[in-house]
């Protein structure tokens, strides 16, 4: 080979080596730029974790209070919802002790059975207002949503079989519901 196409050679790999130095700086160079931008999206993704955590935390904590809150306002409105019946029954609690004291002075028992009697009735007309209501018993087929069996007894015909024949204790229905069952005897 000649002098000129060796020089021509050593000319060209040295422009080789000067582009593929300056393709790898480049590439540091894109590199670095590369990794700047990851470390800027991860600091963004960060924050915004950080941000959803408190709001999600904020949003637990409020929600907690608001459970305790309405809790708390469900306890006090049982409270008063009872305060209202209460004071609908002080007069017949009145009326009661009233009654009890003049039972040594009363010498006309057919009057104080009349106030006993006022009395009763004053007291069954708050309960219907407030929405109790008896059930009833006596003649009626047994049912289990509104009678506890307490006895049974041989039915005297047919027709009496699975009936209510006494009742040992009433029961109460409020607003349609069961308060207390009616204690009775069934004929079987």
Known sequence: MTKKSEEKDIMNENKEQE????SFGTDNDKSSVSDNQDDKKGEDLNLKLNELNDKYLRLFSEFDNYRKRTLKEKIEYSKMASSDILAALLPVFDDLGRACEMADDTKDEESYAEGIFLI????KSILTQKGVEVIPTVGEDFNTDFHEAIS?????SDEEKGKVIEEVEKGYLLHGKVLRFAKVVVAN
Do not use: L, T
């Open 152 to 156: 049974n007894v041989p039915a005297k």
């Open 19 to 22: 582009m593929q130095d300056q």
């Open 120 to 123: 009763y009735s004053k007291f």
